[in-house]
């Protein structure tokens, strides 16, 4: 469960310990300028909840640097998630 800065105040001034979930490596956004670009056209940013799976929805980085028409397929994706709908 993910307590908010308020939450863990309380519990913390109630002698409880709050212990910070360790991120899964799937759930870890890659430290990769295009992926961060991507984030940014779908209007998410690298620390949003959604965004690692956001980025396991589109096609593979390099696919994406290497092929013209993996690209051209993309943008209707992104504009779909800036609007917040679900990719299609």
Known sequence: MAWDAWQREVLEAMGHRVYA?????????????????????????????????LLRGLPPLAALRADP??????????RALRRGGAPG
Do not use: N, Q
């Open 21 to 53: 979930r360790a991120p899964r490596p799937e759930d870890i956004v890659p430290d990769d300028p295009l992926a961060h670009a991507l984030l940014r056209a779908a209007g998410r940013g690298p620390d949003s909840g959604d965004a690692a799976a």
């Open 69 to 78: 028409a993996a690209k051209r397929a993309l943008w209707p994706k992104l």
